[in-house]
């Protein structure tokens, strides 16, 4: 999903989306947001855990599925040396089974913003993060991992992020492409109709809110740390150093899943009484 950007620079978007202490004031949906380790100079671990929200109404059944896309302003991700990073190819797929936008890439990160319907439970992600800037490019992408000290909680779902990612492309000196990119599994045992219509709304909803968050960025920073960019400065990162061995990727299908049937649309209900 592209948005075009005429107000905010690449490079203050960047910023957003790197710094954690800001996430809590813009990100609607986050209960806990923080960094645990550092593996290289543009790389980490963190954790990610976000808050349920009632979607919208259910739609009607069976709901219409558009065909897969490319997006012309996605057609080419990367060029150079960012190349290694992310795949050239983008697929916007309303209808994959777990996920928002398929990405054919290495690395990533998630974010699960209004996937998580009351009443079921909260998500949680663990996720390895990489980064890289280019002289007109800004890519973060990450993947989920398991971390020993991390393990799933009783009161959450722990989620996984097999693919995301964020580029930024500079079109001019407050201007930029933003473009956001994520496979997921949310787990559990989210109603189809869910995943379906969370498909079609989350990763806009992501580009609105963060792009209104660029807007405010700069006022917000002069007052918090200002010179303080980790994600920019390596000396700057204080972070304990991890060994990335300690670490390993965390498949969905090693995950328990957790039954949220009770949290069903009416219809679900009725046609699985009427197979019964």
């Not at 799933?152 to 989620?159: E, N, T």
């Not at 995301?164 to 079109?171: D, H, R, S």
Request: with cysteine; aromatic share 6%; charged share 25%.
């Amino acid at each position: 999903c592209c948005m075009v950007i005429k107000d905010v620079s690449a490079a203050t978007m960047y910023d957003v989306l790197h710094d954690s202490q800001y996430r809590k004031k813009w990100d609607p949906t986050v209960l806990e947001s923080f960094d645990i380790a550092r593996l290289t100079a543009n790389a980490d671990v963190g954790y990610y855990a976000c808050e349920s929200r009632r979607p919208p109404a259910a739609p009607p059944s069976p709901m219409p599925l558009p065909r897969p896309q490319i997006h012309p302003s996605c057609a080419s991700l990367s060029s150079g040396p960012s190349r290694g990073i992310v795949d050239s190819r983008v697929m916007l797929q309303s209808q994959f089974p777990v996920g928002v936008v398929l990405l054919r890439g290495h690395h990533d990160d998630l974010l699960l913003s209004g996937l998580c319907p009351k009443p079921l439970k909260n998500r949680d992600v663990v996720t390895l993060r990489s980064w890289m800037v280019t002289d007109d490019e800004y890519l973060i992408v990450n993947y989920s991992v398991k971390h020993p000290k991390f393990p799933p909680r009783k009161d959450l779902v722990r989620a996984v992020s097999v693919i995301t990612g964020y580029m930024l492309k500079v079109t001019g000196p407050s201007s930029c492409i933003f473009t956001y990119l994520s496979q997921a599994d949310p787990k559990g045992s989210l109603p189809k109709w869910v995943v379906n219509k969370a498909s079609q709304v989350v990763a806009p909803k992501v580009l609105k809110c963060a792009h209104k968050a660029g807007q405010n960025y700069p006022e917000w920073k002069e007052q918090n740390s200002p010179n303080r960019k980790p994600w920019l400065y390596p000396e700057q990162n204080d972070l304990p150093r991890m060994d990335p061995s300690e670490l390993t990727i965390q498949r969905a299908d090693s995950l328990e899943n957790v039954d949220e049937s009770s949290s069903r649309d009416p219809r679900e209900n009725e046609v699985a009484e009427d197979s019964n």
